[in-house]
């Protein structure tokens, strides 16, 4: 069975950095054509990708965010991670990881909500 | 970037309907689309791959077709558990990109 679950501060800062933890269980990051992606979601708004990590750490960001972003793995302890620096009121929303198979997400967490206030 | 531009933004219909939901992209993306299901307060689901392939344990009222650069979800025979927002989305280039959804009701 395929789960996975984000963590986050669920508060922070203008300016600082925002770090996301993805625990999942069900299927290995080592794995051959296994992946983690990173997507958000404004309240009542869209989905937005930001991040794809692969089995080979091969990395994929969205330029949107230009350089804010690193993502990264622990593949012994079934974890991806995902940081983004200097965030702004902007940045404010759920923010899910989910399992990549080949292309799509196939299995999404349920999502931590993270909020940018001053 | 590859634009997704999702119709209709909102949808109305009854029980039993059939619906249909579309979905054009900016270039052709060689059916490199999935849609996924969200319904309120949940994350997303996916439902259809490779714009025609439907997921394990999905309903077969749902179905997705489409080539080059339209695609279309439809699901027949609506049921009251299909009250969600429905978004596709592209992999054939990075950045992924998803249309902006299209909520679905009861009427």
């Known amino acids: 069975q395929v789960t996975l679950k984000e963590s986050g501060p669920g508060i922070l800062q203008p300016s600082q950095t925002l770090s996301l933890t993805c625990t999942f269980s069900g299927f290995s990051l080592s794995t051959y054509g296994m992946g983690v992606g990173w997507i958000r979601q404004p309240s009542g708004k869209g989905l937005e990708w930001l991040a794809n990590?692969?089995?080979?750490?091969?990395?994929y960001y969205n330029p949107s965010l230009k350089n804010r972003l690193t993502i990264s793995k622990d593949t012994s302890n079934n974890q991806a991670f995902l940081k983004i620096t200097n965030v702004d009121t902007a940045d404010t929303a759920t923010y899910y990881c989910?399992?990549?198979?080949?292309?799509?997400?196939?299995?999404w967490g349920q999502g931590v909500m993270v909020t940018v206030s001053s | 970037d590859i634009r997704m531009t999702q119709s209709p933004a909102s949808l109305s219909a009854s029980l039993g309907e059939t619906v249909n939901i579309e979905c054009l992209a900016s270039e052709d993306i060689y059916s490199d689309l999935a849609w996924y299901q969200q319904k309120p307060g949940k994350s997303p689901q996916l439902l259809i791959y490779n714009a025609n392939s439907l997921q394990n344990g999905v309903p077969s009222r749902f179905s997705g077709s489409g080539s080059g650069t339209q695609y279309s979800l439809k699901i027949n025979s609506l049921q009251s558990e299909d009250v969600a927002t429905y978004f596709c989305q592209q992999y054939n280039n990075y950045p992924y990109t998803f249309g902006a959804g299209t909520k679905l009701e009861l009427k």
């Open positions: 990590i692969w089995w080979d750490d091969d990395k």
């Open positions: 989910a399992r990549i198979r080949l292309q799509w997400f196939d299995y």
